[in-house]
């Protein structure tokens, strides 16, 4: 009796969830290559096909937040940042007033809003990004 079982064994050609440096995701991989201790050395995406070196997952979870301070008052608010809250991404289309959560900046407003690109303000800082719009 062994424990073999439990542990999925990894092989090549085997498919392993790894983040992928071109997509910016974690994306499903092949594995490409084993060392000889039977670790993960090189993997493919399968979404863009690029062979790199395989990182573990790296647990960046900020979305702690228990700091809720229900103060939300709906009453003659002449909030800029009225909007709702979305996840950024080049592919969606933005609006002034639009709240944006960007993995790299975080929280920012989106002040202006033109063909293909929006000034988002994080903090004191602007950016302009990339949208659909
Ligand atoms: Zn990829």
Same mark, same amino acid.
């Given at each position: 009796m062994n424990s073999l079982g439990i542990v999925k064994r990894l092989q090549l050609?085997?498919?392993i969830d790894a983040y992928c440096g071109k997509c910016k995701e974690i994306r499903e991989h092949v594995i490409a290559?084993?060392?000889a201790q039977g670790a993960v050395e090189r993997v493919q995406c399968r979404t863009c096909q690029s062979n790199h070196i395989y990182k573990e997952k790296q647990a960046k979870t900020a979305s702690? @937040?228990?700091s809720t301070r229900g103060s939300r008052k709906d009453t003659g608010s002449t909030a800029e940042?009225?909007?709702p809250l979305r996840a950024y991404s080049m592919q969606e289309k933005f609006?002034?007033?639009d709240r944006v959560e960007h993995p790299k900046f975080g929280l920012g407003v989106v002040v202006e809003s033109r063909s293909g690109k929006i000034d988002v303000k994080f903090? @004191?800082?602007l950016k302009i990004l990339i949208h659909a719009g």
């Amino acid at each position: 009796m062994n424990s073999l079982g439990i542990v999925k064994r990894l092989q090549l050609g085997g498919d392993i969830d790894a983040y992928c440096g071109k997509c910016k995701e974690i994306r499903e991989h092949v594995i490409a290559a084993l060392s000889a201790q039977g670790a993960v050395e090189r993997v493919q995406c399968r979404t863009c096909q690029s062979n790199h070196i395989y990182k573990e997952k790296q647990a960046k979870t900020a979305s702690t @937040r228990t700091s809720t301070r229900g103060s939300r008052k709906d009453t003659g608010s002449t909030a800029e940042s009225s909007g709702p809250l979305r996840a950024y991404s080049m592919q969606e289309k933005f609006q002034i007033g639009d709240r944006v959560e960007h993995p790299k900046f975080g929280l920012g407003v989106v002040v202006e809003s033109r063909s293909g690109k929006i000034d988002v303000k994080f903090g @004191r800082e602007l950016k302009i990004l990339i949208h659909a719009g």
